[in-house]
């Protein structure tokens, strides 16, 4: 890929870095609804904006391949896009956004804004291991609640527009947990946050 000024390679760089790309997710995972692409792609430029995501680009691994794409329904198609974040009080890290759209009679599409842990753990020491481990349980909030924050502010700008079932925020929670057995048990202790409405409580995780 032809390189337009020294930043963009330094970006390319990064999102070509395998290593920064492992140990999961954690995540924000957005249940928007029904089926629904002209809702799932203002969403997704919509959380982009809110976000202020740089980007976002496709990542072909073999050969290395980084290229151009859109905020689009069509690109998200073709798989995670691909851009950098910068964090509330911390430095920019690399992330994907993807949809996922369930297939069942009853499914919703779901759009995820996803940072990687092996470079979240390059800006912050105290992530190690996390969810495993020492650094795992409610030893973890300190740093997660900051990025909760920003996350839940994302998620509310979504849902302003586009209205949404749930926001869930925490370790590789993308379907795992839906409005659906949320609005009738929340559990008292959880690993993860939820937000039921855009303009709702946001119930924090717990640990």
């Known amino acids: ?97 993807l949809a996922v759209r369930e297939e069942d009679d009853d499914g919703d599409d779901w759009l995820d804004l996803c940072l990687p ?25 300190a740093w997660r609640r900051p990025i909760d924050d920003w996350l839940v502010r994302v998620a509310r700008t979504v849902g302003d527009v586009t209205g949404f079932k749930a926001a869930v925020i925490g370790f590789e929670v993308s379907g795992s947990v839906r409005a659906e057995e949320m609005t009738e048990h929340m559990p008292g202790d959880r690993g993860y946050g939820l937000l039921l409405s855009p303009q709702g409580v946001f119930h924090p995780a717990t640990f």
């Open 117 to 141: 842990l092996g470079a979240l753990g390059r800006l912050d020491s105290r992530i190690g291991g996390f969810p495993f481990g020492e650094e795992g349980g409610p030893v973890s909030l």
């Open 1 to 97: 890929m032809a390189m337009a000024t020294d930043g963009l390679a330094a970006t390319v760089e990064l999102l070509r870095d395998w290593d920064a790309w492992t140990g999961g997710f954690y995540e924000l995972c957005i249940q928007l609804g029904p089926p629904d692409d002209w809702r799932l792609g203002i969403a997704a430029r919509v959380l982009a904006d809110a976000a202020q995501v740089e980007g976002p680009w496709h990542v072909q691994w073999e050969p290395g391949e980084v290229r151009a794409a859109s905020w689009t329904v069509a690109d998200l198609a073709q798989g995670q896009l691909r851009g950098l974040v910068k964090l509330p009080g911390g430095g920019p890290v690399i992330c994907s956004v």
